[in-house]
């Protein structure tokens, strides 16, 4: 009885963000949108390498659709900071149903071309750039209890990675008996629950108030603020590294599929779906944590398993195997990303958590096409094997660096989180103990 208890105890502590009405609206709308997303992805990614059979078209294909992250969102941050959350999410997400459509229809018609891909990939590129900074800004507006957030961080990890599990495995079926036009068909219409859920949510509104500051004047407060805090400057640099060497092992996965084991595009969709398997456990074990404390240590074991992953799967040429291996990476990079973002959102002040965001949008996804494009050119010279077997290496010793340095980032955080209360004066009174040192971050 009393285990039964515990169990029932467990399951709620994993989805306490689920008391707050306007959360679960937007995971509701969430879980069918990103599925619309991932079989989009796997679709476009095949399409790609079916019509020009070439890696390094992959990674330029990639390169322009995630740029505009690079380029745009310090200033789309600053805009976050001062715009109605809410409203623009909404936008965005229009933007997004409206360019599926139009790859929906160019390819049923036979009309596509790879440019077409390049040029739909920047509008929504450019889209991207304030949507991710305003959707993880936005959460700290549904989630009242900040106690909560990193819950809901979370929680939110768990339906991307949920969507990656399941929207690869639908595509590759669909790919094989209606083609890559009905996938993003599909994509079009799942923008709609999420539209509905979003104008559905009981939004307090705070009125933004808009002063003469200049645009640069503001973008440069928040680059002073990000990079004079060593935790936050130290996290999105590692996090931008990750991205840069860890993201191209899903630009050169059609070329696994087809070329290393000989598959089909339902080969290409066990392999991200065996990804999303391993990420979709590491996000559920972050939302059953209750507090935040210690993530700086899972920050570092989980870059530790990508790029230990990496390096073994960059050996495989079964099947089975490689579906384990990528278990183990998404796993990593999950709790790698999430912890890093939970960190940040935890860390910020609130004027300026916008700028922030834009800023770890910058580093996840802004070096993400530097990385697609190396990993196309490498792709090309020396082969997909060794260059997931070059990034993994990387990572290591980056993953080394970092954990080097998370004792003093742990000293320098304390002072926030006595602050804002998220270790008491009891915790902090016990210095000299190991594990309480480690309770920081």
């Not at 399409?47 to 390169?63: C, D, E, K, N, W």
């Not at 300026?352 to 196309?376: C, E, H, I, N």
């Not at 094997?385 to 304390?414: E, H, W, Y």
Request: proline content about 3%; aromatic content about 10%.
């Amino acid at each position: 009885m009393e285990s039964a208890y515990k169990e029932q105890s467990r399951i709620k502590s994993i989805f306490r963000a689920f008391r707050y009405r306007n959360y679960r609206l937007f995971f509701t709308g969430q879980c069918i949108s990103l599925i619309g997303t991932w079989i989009q992805q796997i679709a476009m990614s095949w399409l790609i390498y079916h019509l020009t059979q070439s890696p390094l078209l992959l990674g330029a294909v990639g390169f322009a659709s995630q740029i505009p992250s690079f380029l745009l969102s310090p200033f789309a941050g600053v805009w976050v900071d001062r715009l109605n959350k809410h409203r623009l999410i909404i936008i965005t997400q229009a933007i997004f149903m409206i360019l599926a459509m139009i790859l929906a229809i160019l390819t049923l018609t036979g009309l596509i071309q790879v440019w077409h891909i390049i040029v739909l990939g920047v509008v929504m590129g450019i889209a991207n750039s304030f949507d991710m900074p305003a959707r993880q800004a936005f959460i700290v507006e549904m989630v009242e209890d900040h106690k909560d957030l990193g819950n809901a961080i979370a929680l939110n990890s768990s339906v991307f990675n949920l969507a990656r599990l399941i929207g690869p495995a639908i595509a590759g079926g669909l790919i094989a008996f209606v083609g890559e036009s009905m996938c993003f068909f599909i994509n079009a219409i799942s923008y709609i629950p999420v539209i509905i859920a979003l104008s559905l949510m009981r939004i307090r509104f705070s009125s933004t108030k808009v002063d003469d500051v200049h645009i640069f004047q503001r973008l440069k407060e928040g680059v002073s603020y990000t990079f004079g805090f060593s935790p936050i400057r130290t996290i999105l640099i590692f996090l931008a590294i990750m991205s840069f060497a860890g993201m191209p092992y899903m630009v050169l996965m059609p070329v696994f599929a087809k070329d290393v084991f000989h598959g089909s595009a339902q080969t290409l969709g066990y392999l991200m779906s065996a990804s999303g398997v391993g990420a979709l456990f590491g996000a559920l074990y972050l939302a059953s944590r209750k507090s935040v404390l210690g993530l700086g240590k899972w920050i570092v074991i989980s870059a530790g398993l990508f790029g230990i992953g990496q390096i073994l799967f960059s050996f495989v040429n079964t099947v089975s195997v490689a579906l384990v291996l990528l278990s183990i990476t998404g796993f990593g990079m999950v709790v790698h990303l999430a912890a890093s973002n939970t960190v940040l959102q935890t860390l910020v002040d609130e004027d300026k958590r916008g700028r922030v965001m834009s800023l770890y949008t910058m580093a996840f996804m802004g070096t993400a096409p530097f990385g697609s494009l190396m990993a196309g050119a490498l792709g090309d010279k020396v082969g997909a094997s060794n260059t997931i077997l070059i990034c993994g290496i990387f990572i290591l010793i980056s993953n080394l660096v970092f954990a080097l340095q998370l004792p003093s980032l742990r000293k320098d955080a304390k002072p926030v989180y006595i602050r804002k209360k998220i270790i008491t004066d009891k915790v902090t009174n016990f210095e000299t103990s190991e594990r309480n040192a480690e309770a920081i971050i």
